[in-house]
């Protein structure tokens, strides 16, 4: 069974985003496993893009600073495969679509398996142009995993009967960043995605708080957070695994609860 | 690539967030439906004609085709329009268009500031709300403009983040469209971002090369033997080409902005530096680094200080339909020099880097050849950069 599906198998799942140096490597390398330890399900690792026109603020802080240190996908490729020795939760991708093409799709797509990835996400990829990359990666073993909007509303039955992994259900409009009030209604959109599809649904953007994450678990199959923790982590720098365990602790149990 | 739309050629395409896709799936069946409704035609036309002051001169530039000894040159006076640039022919028609979707509010992101002015013209006129980005860096470059999109109501964001230039802009005003869709549109200034936006603004600018063909029909009685236009992200260019596209006998030349040369970092040439990537909702090329990094491009002029140019201007460059040629800060600056003493007319910055290469090449053509410089605004905003470029300060500066 691919370890995606196992994630998510017995119970909610907790997924845990964090960019790729920042502030540095040896940083990133401690506070995932600190994420994995405290029982974080599934990690996104954000490969840093210079403009990424979906994140808020704080990511998009975060991959200015990851490349302002030197940061490249090389580094990303070696960072996972040392992640891989020692996890066995799915390791996922984040990423903007050019930092794959001008890598070459297929060329990136074979060291992402090698080293140990199981799905990736593109948020400027949407469904009508997943065609030129999903093949790359489903040939080494990689679901590239499709997005839903509050927006999507017609589109929804035809995104998810073809989602592989599990579907991002983007729970506001807008970009990335924590938010006090989430006013989509996540259940009618899972209750849709049920009618074409057995993927679980994760949502994200906008949940910071163990009540969020409660009551998000409530309504689907996993719970994503992000700018919460790149938040710590840049708060923190060097000194993050600590507080982001502690943070994650506290989420995961939410989520699992 | 079966399910892609808005292609040409590789380039193209509609690489965004799924939140904004049935945004642009609306946006093209309004405008599906629209450009062909010959009441929304007719609307425009009279908008462009008794509002925005075209059509636009051909005029014929006697005294520098004469100083320059070769081909005769022809300026297409798009500085003659309201606004003052091109711009103002896309921004009639998206907020006309935006206005019978029934949106009530536009975005728009701008470099120099003239796609701002034209956009908050617009929306003054067809009484909508108008919030425009636009790079920290550009609001110090561009003052006077800030100042008068807010005298015509316009709300102006300056935007911090990245370069703080037109990229930044244009990443802001998408992240703004995401997050506010029902009421808004996002009125592109260029021939960029996701499909329908490259085909949109084309068709309004197209105009510019139908009245060329027309006007030189009428002065000469056939087609001219080349078109030099700048090229940012492209929409003058695009419009001064495309009713052009069909006549191979025609030249078209693109001229992008070497900034300090095209063997420096400091440029912003696309297509003579970049390769082609994915970025702001397209397939193009773009100047980048090897790991995909979008690269901090440079030149003097604001508007044409993009890492990225329209999926149209790539597919022409591939197939050789088109030339683009790469013009230094220095050439630009001596061009607008010279067009302003020797025709008495100034040029926006931009505009002069399409001037500086009809320099370089019409004293090397007969003098029964024809070349048309599309002239995309006027130069009065230029004026306290050039003097600073030449080591003067103005009062005002």
Request: hydrophobic share 40%; aromatic share 8%.
């Amino acid at each position: 069974m691919n370890r995606i599906k196992q994630a998510f198998e017995k119970k909610k799942a907790f997924i845990a985003f964090i960019t790729c140096g920042d502030p540095d490597m040896e940083t990133t390398e401690k506070v995932v496993l600190a994420a994995a330890e405290n029982g974080a399900d599934i990690i996104e690792l954000g490969i840093p893009f210079s403009d990424p026109t979906a994140e808020g603020p704080v990511i998009m802080e975060a991959d200015g600073r990851a490349l302002e240190a030197g940061t490249t996908t090389d580094d990303v490729f070696r960072l996972t495969k040392r992640l891989r020795e020692k996890l066995d939760i799915p390791l996922l991708y984040m990423t903007y679509a050019n930092v794959i093409f001008s890598y070459g799709t297929e060329r990136f797509a074979e060291r992402a398996g090698e080293a140990g990835i199981d799905g990736v996400i593109l948020p400027d990829v949407p469904f009508e142009e997943k065609e030129e990359f999903e093949p790359a990666f489903s040939a080494c073993g990689i679901d590239l995993i499709s997005m839903i909007a509050p927006t999507s509303e017609n589109r929804i039955l035809k995104i998810s009967s073809e989602a592989k992994g599990f579907l991002y259900l983007v729970s506001s409009l807008g970009v990335t960043g924590t938010r006090t009030n989430i006013t989509t209604d996540i259940g009618a959109m899972t209750a849709l995605v049920r009618k074409s599809s057995s993927v679980p649904c994760a949502v994200g953007f906008g949940i910071s708080t163990p009540e969020q994450a409660e009551k998000m678990a409530g309504l689907a199959d996993g719970v994503i957070v992000g700018s919460a923790i790149v938040k710590i982590i840049a708060a923190c720098g060097r000194e993050s695994a600590e507080p982001v365990g502690q943070y994650v602790r506290q989420m995961a149990d939410a989520v699992h609860r | 690539m079966t399910n892609s739309r808005g292609r040409f050629g590789n380039y193209g395409g509609q690489y965004i967030p799924e939140t904004l896709m049935n945004a642009v799936i609306e946006l093209e069946k309004a405008y599906g439906h629209f450009s062909h409704d010959p009441a929304f035609q007719a609307e425009l036309s009279g908008l462009f004609n008794s509002y925005a002051g075209r059509p636009s001169l051909l005029y014929f530039a006697e005294k520098m085709t004469r100083d320059l000894g070769g081909a005769k040159i022809y300026l297409k006076r798009e500085d003659l329009n309201h606004t003052g640039a091109h711009k103002i022919n896309n921004c009639l028609g998206q907020a006309l268009l935006a206005r019978k979707m029934g949106k009530t509010r536009l975005i728009a992101e701008t470099g120099a500031g003239q796609h701002g002015v034209a956009s908050a013209t617009a929306a003054a006129l067809m009484g909508m709300k108008c919030v425009v980005f636009m790079g920290k860096v550009d609001c110090e470059r561009q003052a006077l403009n800030v100042y008068k999109m807010k005298l015509l109501g316009a709300d102006v964001v300056p935007v911090s983040s990245g370069t703080a230039t037109l990229k930044d802009a244009v990443s802001e005003a998408m992240r703004e469209w995401t997050s506010r869709i029902d009421d808004t549109h996002y009125c592109l200034g260029s021939v960029m971002g996701p499909h329908p936006f490259p085909t949109i603004v084309r068709d309004f600018q197209a105009v510019i090369s139908k009245e060329i063909k027309t006007q030189l029909l009428e002065q000469e009685g056939r087609l001219p033997d080349a078109v030099l236009a700048c090229v940012g992200g492209g929409s003058n260019a695009i419009g001064s080409f495309y009713h052009f596209l069909q006549d191979a006998e025609v030249r078209l030349i693109g001229c992008e902005a070497a900034g300090r040369g095209i063997h420096t970092f400091e440029t912003a040439a696309t297509l003579n530096t970049g390769r082609p990537g994915i970025f702001h909702g397209m397939k193009s090329y773009f100047c980048q680094d090897e790991y995909g990094q979008i690269a901090p491009v440079y030149s003097i002029s604001a508007g044409l200080d993009y890492p990225g140019i329209g999926p149209e201007h790539a597919y022409l460059y591939e197939s050789g339909r088109a030339e683009y040629t790469a013009v230094t800060d220095e050439e630009a600056v001596s061009a607008f020099e010279y067009l302003s003493r020797t025709e008495g007319i100034i040029p926006a910055i931009e505009s002069s880097h399409a001037v500086a290469h009809a320099m370089k090449i019409a004293p090397n053509m007969d003098r029964d050849k024809i070349i048309v410089i599309t002239l995309s605004g006027r130069g009065d905003k230029d004026c306290v950069s050039i003097a600073r470029y030449r080591g003067q300060s103005l009062p005002e500066s």
